[in-house]
């Protein structure tokens, strides 16, 4: 299993983590399956967020009573938990939704996550999404008191765009260990503006450009969340990817690979620190996933699965 730096700290992780948002409606007993074989095949990250499940916190909850079953030291595994997103009542109801980056809600998530979790510590928190009313001396406050109280030892943000991480680098003094980005070979805006910079091209428009540049000039990792996600859904079963599959499966028989273990290769053949979030909770898939982990695609297969999902160069 390959590894990756994230931050500039001596943190270190395989390159492909695995998703627990999809854990609920598990049994205790299969999310013990799950995390033991992962862990044995050295698949040792765990992403959650405070709003995976319908009940808020259920995934980590969930998580939390498994993990506490088994043999396995806490300090073996790497814990990361994205925090927020206020969701009232239960997850994607009726109700309203706000983005909120309060000191006192961040400090408030964390504990409790932390205690559905059964941890004393998270190795990870990332801001979920960016708060239009945030105050970052107040998130760098927040931040101070729980790497100091040993509640955090790394910090990173998802979905921030590289002009919103550095307004946070302007005041908090941790290092920012990642940036959590939608990325998948159907959903490339990170990529598209930087082939067709000063173009009249749509992919000119810059919707998700430099994000992955900026995140290797200052050392933080990218992970690509909804790894196998297009427009209509998972991309295997979507007819509009048929070129994209059929090239998958094409590039990926050359190594043993399906195509859906090839769709994971062509992200982690991104350079910089590249680690994919599995989202699927199927211990199968992601053994099979695990094959990606050290392949590495020729620039020519890269580019030209990257073009068989209807993406052009200029």
């Known amino acids: 299993m390959k590894h990756i730096s994230l931050g500039q700290n001596g943190l270190t992780a395989p390159n492909l983590a695995i998703g627990c948002m999809r854990i609920e409606g598990k049994?205790?007993?299969?999310?013990?399956?799950?995390?033991?074989?992962?862990?044995?095949?050295?698949?040792?990250?765990?992403?959650?967020?405070?709003?995976?499940a319908r009940e808020r916190g259920g995934a980590e909850k969930l998580f939390g009573q498994a993990f506490t079953g088994l043999n396995i030291p806490r300090e073996?595994?790497?814990?990361?938990s994205k925090v927020g997103i206020y969701l009232p009542g239960t997850y994607n109801n009726n109700e309203q939704n706000f983005f909120d980056l309060s000191k006192e809600h961040i400090l408030q998530s964390v504990d409790e996550s932390l205690e559905r979790l059964q941890t004393d510590y998270l190795d990870v928190l990332l801001l979920h999404r960016n708060d239009a009313?945030?105050?970052?001396?107040?998130?760098?406050?927040?931040?101070?008191?729980?790497?100091?109280?040993?509640?955090?030892?790394?910090?990173?943000?998802?979905?921030?765009?590289?002009?919103?991480?550095?307004?946070?680098?302007?005041?908090?003094?941790?290092?920012?260990?990642?940036?959590?980005?939608?990325l998948s070979p159907a959903h490339t805006l990170a990529l598209d503006y930087g082939f067709s910079v000063n173009t009249k091209a749509d992919e000119g428009v810059n919707r998700g450009g430099e994000l992955i540049d900026y995140a290797r000039l200052h050392d933080m990792a990218i992970q690509a969340w909804s790894p196998i996600q297009g427009e209509n859904g998972v991309i295997f079963s979507d007819p509009s990817y048929k070129d994209l599959n059929d090239k998958l499966s094409e590039i990926g028989g050359r190594y043993g690979l399906d195509n859906e273990v090839a769709a994971i290769a062509w992200?982690?053949?991104?350079?910089?620190?590249?680690?994919?979030?599995?989202?699927?909770?199927?211990?199968?898939?992601?053994?099979?996933?695990?094959?990606?982990?050290?392949?590495?695609?020729?620039?020519q297969e890269w580019y030209e699965i990257y073009q068989s999902a209807g993406n052009r160069l200029p």
Do not use: M
Not at 35 to 52: E, K, M, N, P, V
Not at 76 to 80: H, T, V, Y
Not at 273 to 278: D, F, G, I, R, S
């Open 27 to 52: 049994t205790v007993e299969e999310v013990q399956d799950l995390i033991r074989q992962s862990y044995d095949a050295g698949l040792t990250f765990f992403d959650h967020a405070d709003i995976y």
């Open 267 to 299: 992200l982690l053949r991104i350079p910089g620190n590249t680690q994919v979030v599995l989202g699927t909770t199927n211990i199968d898939r992601i053994l099979n996933y695990a094959k990606a982990s050290e392949i590495q695609f020729t620039r």
């Open 76 to 80: 073996n595994i790497i814990l990361q």
């Open 133 to 182: 009313l945030w105050e970052p001396e107040e998130i760098a406050e927040a931040f101070d008191i729980l790497e100091t109280s040993g509640k955090v030892r790394h910090f990173g943000v998802s979905n921030h765009t590289p002009i919103q991480v550095d307004l946070l680098k302007k005041y908090v003094k941790q290092d920012l260990v990642a940036n959590q980005i939608q």
